[in-house]
């Protein structure tokens, strides 16, 4: 079946202009994660969702920083008046439920590059 | 806080030789553990994860990890590499209340002729 998809895979914008970065998930799959892996950071886990709760957003770095998540399926992450230090892949994960036992499943991520 | 060290930035074994990736852990009880593998260009993929029971874990391609509860490590290994095998690997812990995961900041596995 199909996997994590997200887009763009790439997105060079300016400083100061907003983005927005769409994942859909796996179909029925109920958690869904944003991380973004920066050079020599490794993976940090920005939010999470699950089902209709309240996301986890411990992980946003500013508040410049937003997600939503759509019927319980896509989600955007957005970010505003971008920086230089946004550049980064951002990749997507989703998994069945938000059981520790249940697999994450990776999109190919979208490289964001602010000039 | 739960944190993952992976000790080795860049490894470089060559085509057929063993291979032991180092992770080490931090976490207050009984962690879940997980590799994942990135190739390039490609989003991650799961090779094994640790829940519980017996502390060598079998995954896919070919790899294995041993959990040490004693070491607070969960190296990962492979008996004879391939050339494929180049990609750089990841070592992640569950997060507070099992949600998001932690990861460690990777290895890049060069695999030489």
């Known amino acids: 079946g199909a996997g994590v998809s997200q887009s763009p895979s790439n997105k060079v914008t300016e400083k100061g202009k907003d983005v927005e970065l769409r994942c859909d998930p796996i179909?029925?799959?109920?958690?869904l994660y944003w991380y973004r892996q920066s050079l020599g950071q490794g993976l940090e886990f920005l939010i999470y969702?699950?089902?209709?709760?309240?996301?986890?957003k411990s992980g946003l770095p500013s508040d410049r920083f937003s997600a939503e998540r759509t019927g319980g399926s896509v989600s955007t992450l957005t970010i505003q008046r971008t920086q230089q230090e946004d550049s980064a892949v951002y990749l997507c994960?989703?998994?069945?439920?938000?059981?520790?036992?249940?697999?994450?499943?990776f999109g190919p991520g979208t490289r964001l590059t602010v000039l | 806080a739960q944190s993952v060290t992976q000790p080795d930035i860049h490894i470089t074994v060559s085509e057929g030789a063993s291979l032991e990736l180092r992770c080490n852990y931090s976490?207050?009880?009984?962690?879940?553990l997980f590799w994942y593998v990135q190739s390039p260009g490609q989003g991650l993929q799961l090779l094994l994860k640790?829940?519980?029971?017996?502390?060598l874990v079998q995954g896919i391609k070919g790899f294995e990890a041993e959990f040490k509860r004693s070491q607070s490590s969960f190296n990962l290994r492979k008996p004879s590499v391939h050339w494929s095998d180049a990609a750089e690997y990841f070592c992640?812990?569950?997060?507070?209340?099992?949600?998001?995961?932690?990861f460690g900041k990777g290895t890049t596995l060069s695999v030489s002729s």
């Open positions: 969702f699950q089902g209709n709760s309240a996301p986890d």
């Open positions: 976490y207050g009880a009984t962690p879940y």
């Open positions: 994960a989703s998994s069945l439920d938000r059981d520790p036992l249940s697999t994450q499943y």
């Open positions: 640790y829940f519980s029971g017996d502390t």
């Open positions: 179909s029925g799959h109920t958690a």
């Open positions: 992640a812990v569950d997060g507070p209340a099992g949600t998001a995961l932690i």
